[in-house]
């Protein structure tokens, strides 16, 4: 299993909804991140998880929450969310070691805020 | 921050065509990867690069590591229009906290 999954695909939400995005690697990677893409911009850092460990986080406003259950899994919640943050949220991971630079993509979840 | 250059924004090219792209940095990296993106889909890693001069192929696609270790390039032979994507470069300089430094991205567009 070579593959990022991430789920939902689509999201719409309003201002004052709770949800969470998901992440999932099967490939030993004990890195992940979250990104956050703009259309036609390169994508943003959000957060690094390391060995499940919070090591960056880029200044990200808090209605922005992180975890990481385990080292397959990565979680994104999202309250009270803003017009702006309406993107395509990425997820990618990591090996460990001499490979630790090649990051490997999710699909994306492609987020509307309303 | 680190910047890296790519240019131009967009290429035209016609099928069956060669093309070459460039990206260049303010800073030294150590690692150089070349990604490419479909609409509505995540970056699909291409090539990674770990050593100056160093020059990696995968099928029609070649990229080099530039000896002075602020510039690389990735070029596409032959190019097919399922070669149609934006094309971002990567950079890294490992160390405690490290993390990819993305250039602006190009839009390839190929005529049949």
């Known amino acids: 299993d070579t593959e990022v999954t991430q789920t939902p695909k689509h999201l719409v939400m309003g201002m004052t909804n709770k949800k969470s995005l998901k992440c999932e690697q099967h490939m030993g990677h004990r890195a992940m991140y979250w990104y956050k893409q703009k259309a036609k911009k390169p994508p943003e850092l959000m957060f690094v998880?390391?060995?499940?460990?919070?090591?960056i986080n880029e200044s990200v406003p808090s209605r922005f929450s992180p975890e990481c259950p385990n080292s397959s899994l990565l979680n994104l919640h999202l309250h009270a969310l803003q017009p702006e943050d309406s993107a395509l949220y990425l997820c990618?991971?990591?090996?460990?070691?001499?490979?630790?630079?090649?990051?490997?993509f999710g699909p994306g979840t492609r987020l509307t805020v309303l | 921050g680190q910047q890296l250059n790519q240019s131009p924004q967009s290429m035209f090219i016609q099928e069956g065509e060669d093309v070459s792209m460039n990206c260049t940095s303010s800073?030294?990296?150590?690692?150089w990867l070349w990604y490419k993106q479909d609409p509505g889909e995540g970056p699909v890693l291409l090539i990674a690069l770990y050593k100056a001069g160093e020059l990696t192929s995968n099928g029609r696609l070649t990229a080099q590591f530039g000896i002075t270790r602020k510039d690389s390039f990735l070029n596409i032979s032959a190019s097919i229009p399922s070669d149609v994507g934006i094309y971002f470069c990567?950079?890294?300089?490992?160390?405690?906290?490290?993390?990819?430094?993305f250039g602006k991205g190009i839009t390839l567009s190929v005529r049949p």
């Open positions: 990567a950079g890294l300089y490992t160390g405690a906290n490290s993390k990819l430094t």
């Open positions: 800073s030294i990296f150590n690692t």
């Open positions: 990618a991971s990591s090996q460990q070691g001499i490979r630790y630079n090649e990051q490997f």
């Open positions: 998880y390391s060995y499940e460990k919070l090591s």
